[in-house]
């Protein structure tokens, strides 16, 4: 055991040496390493090999409806994940609709994702559909690539929101 009681560390600055000593017993041993494994174990949102889990929520089926010029995008958003999650907001055609609804693992429930005029221009930029794990409250982000189709009559139509699972980030 090292001795570091407040004489002997003046005794060593006085002599220029470092002022505490480090226990050699007490250094790391293979057992705290199994610790850190066990730790890794024993959380539901590592993986063994310590890599973090990013739950898979996404927009699994599209349905544009139109009155005039008037059009609502509804859509089924599925939970893949093994986790309950929450859904927050998803963020397309400049506009954030807010979800706020909890989805157990592998559910899925059908939303009213976006509102407004029919569109007659092909969408540009990505649907972000934001979650977050309601056991821990880590945030994700969902991308999702906006699949389009042109009518003959010009008015564009949203037919899949596509989502590449290694695009999931971190919020």
Known sequence: MANNGAWEVFKRVLQGKPAFEVDKTAQKSPESDNHVAAAHADNLYIEQSGKKIYPVVRVTHCNMH???????????????????????????????????????PHSSREFKIWEGHVLHQDPQGVAELRYKIIDNTDYFMSPHDIIANRQSDGVVTISELRCSTNRITDV
């Open 66 to 104: 139109m009155s005039g010029e008037h059009a609502q995008l509804w859509a089924d958003i599925h939970n893949e994940s093994p986790f309950e999650v929450e859904l927050d907001s998803i963020t397309l055609l400049g506009a954030k609709t807010e979800l706020d609804y909890p989805l157990r």
